[in-house]
Every structure is written in C-alpha cells, then in structure tokens.
T-cell receptor
C-alpha cells in the first residue's frame, strides 16, 4: 500500500530535549516536505527536499533541521524544542512538477 | 506571491442540504488548485484538483469545484451533505513563485459540521 509513515504519532517532551520525528514514503517520490498545522493558521511549510541531499527552508524553518540521505526518508529534527513548537506536524511527498501531495497521518508534539 | 483565502472557519449544514465551502485565490501565474479533507486524527486526503483542464472538477465522495478565473474563486460544493462529510476542508494553491514547484500554500481551513 502506498503511504507516508510518520513516527511517533504522539509525543510529550520537555524544553531542550532533542527529538526526531521520522518520515518514510514507499512511492519513490522525489519531493518531500514538512508542514506544521496550528489552529487558525492552516498548514505552514517548514522544510522541503527536491531530492536526495537537496533540502531548503520553507516559511517557518526556525528551530528545525532536516536531512535527506535516502530518497524514502526525511526526518525532522528539533535540536532544542521550545513550547512554541507544540503543534501537529505533517510529512508529505509527491513526484516532481506540481503533483498531488500525499500526507502522513500526523505527529502531535507537545513541548512542556 | 500566491495566497488562498477561505471564507468561514466554521460551516454548519443539515444532513441532505447543499454544502458550499468558499475559496478565493491570488496567483500571478495560471494556478493549480486543490481541495483537501482532514478527518479527525487523520492526515490530509486529496478531494480534487484543478490543473488548467476542465473548469468544473469532480472529486471523490460526490464533491466538485468550479474554477472561475474572473472571480479568482474555487468553491467546493456537494449537493447533499452526509454525516460522514463532517471534517475540516483545506483549499490550497500550488506555489510557483518560490521555485519549489510542489509547495502548496494552504488556506486556514473550514470546519464542516453536519447536523442530523
């Protein structure tokens, strides 16, 4: 089954404790992206990757890092989480060229 | 730069009534437009997309949307609401200005409630 898989789905952590949210897709998509969803703000792009070893900032990259060492994986790293990073995070992927985005089921992160 | 405005953060309809969710866009180039649906505790699922072919686009679950260039609108409709349509709906435009051809600019969402 074609899918985008994120882990963990739910996480409560404390300020400053490094964490990684993993994302994996099995559709051989070149493009992958991370969004955060906050009430009243919709979805905002954090980082994206056009292909392996090619990543770039989205609209709200502060406090986040990403890497793309393999085509299928695109982890989101919070080096020192802060409470304003409490949010619902979505990973998405697609083929190149204005294609449809396929979304994971989301990771709800709470930073205390 | 592209942008999307969804009018009405909450819409409530009766079961069997017409569903109309409004979306207006701003784009300096011919847009690709999308409607996504998010059911509780799930990711976003594509309902339909406009990619410069037919202006009336049919999607899944009986939804459709009409691209109106003169009004810069892409409203989502369904003739008869079902209880299972209760969800949050997002309109999105494909961003070309930034160079990342797969970036979507999302509206703030409309939460649809269906009353029995």
């Amino acid at each position: 089954e074609a899918q985008v898989t994120q882990n963990p789905r739910y996480l409560i952590t404390v300020t400053g404790k490094k964490l990684t949210v993993t994302c994996s897709q099995n559709m051989n998509h070149e493009y992958m992206s991370w969004y955060r969803q906050d009430p009243g703000l919709g979805l905002r792009q954090i980082y994206y990757s056009m292909n392996v070893e090619v990543t770039d900032k989205g609209d709200v990259p502060e406090g986040y890092k990403v890497s793309r060492k393999e085509k299928r994986n695109f982890p989101l790293i919070l080096e020192s989480p802060s409470p304003n990073q409490t949010s619902l995070y979505f990973c998405a992927s697609s083929f190149g060229g204005r294609g449809e985005l396929f979304f994971g089921e989301g990771s709800r992160l709470t930073v205390l | 730069a592209q942008s999307v405005t969804q009018l009405g953060s909450h819409v409530s309809v009766s079961e069997g009534a017409l569903v109309l969710l409004r979306c207006n866009y701003s784009s300096s180039v011919p847009p690709y437009l999308f409607w996504y649906v998010q059911y509780p505790n799930q990711g976003l699922q594509l309902l339909l997309k406009y990619t410069s072919a037919a202006t009336l686009v049919k999607g899944i679950n009986g939804f459709e949307a009409e691209f109106k260039k003169s009004e810069t609108s892409f409203h989502l409709t369904k003739p008869s609401a079902h209880m299972s349509d209760a969800a949050e709906y997002f309109c999105a435009v494909s961003d070309l200005d930034g160079g990342a051809t797969n970036k979507l600019i999302f509206g703030t969402g409309t939460l649809l409630a269906v009353q029995p």
